[in-house]
């Protein structure tokens, strides 16, 4: 059976693995930020050639990649994932408020 973890076991749980490789030598903040984006790049070749058969289970681990990455970065800074998605939701809202943006996908300097 799944068992789901806290996203603070999570982050533990990528610690740990990260202590017991000694690799936190390499996780600058410049390598970390290089690894969203080249796993981001990795996401993307699931959609390549084609938007059809997608071999859903790439998607799903590459997709892991770069929260993994994006969480390693999170905790070299300190931040709260909880809080940083939060506050940047709140600013999304008043900067996309539901008049302007419906049904619209311009960029907000282009309102
Ligand atoms: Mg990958």
Redesign the pocket.
């Known amino acids: 059976f799944m068992r789901y973890l806290s996203m603070n076991k999570i982050i533990q749980n990528l610690i740990a693995f990260r202590e017991e490789r000694n690799w936190k030598q390499f996780h600058t903040p410049e390598n970390l930020a290089k690894s969203i984006s080249?796993?981001a790049g990795?996401?993307l070749e699931c959609y390549q050639w084609s938007y059809e058969n997608i071999d859903r289970n790439k998607v799903k681990?590459?997709l892991?990649?770069?929260m993994i990455y994006c969480l390693y970065l999170a905790e070299y800074y300190k931040f709260d994932i909880q809080e940083i998605i939060s506050e940047k939701i709140t600013k999304n809202e008043e900067k996309y408020t539901i008049s302007d943006s419906k049904n619209n996908c311009k960029k907000y300097t282009d309102f």
């Open positions: 080249i796993e990795e996401l681990e590459e892991a990649d770069v």
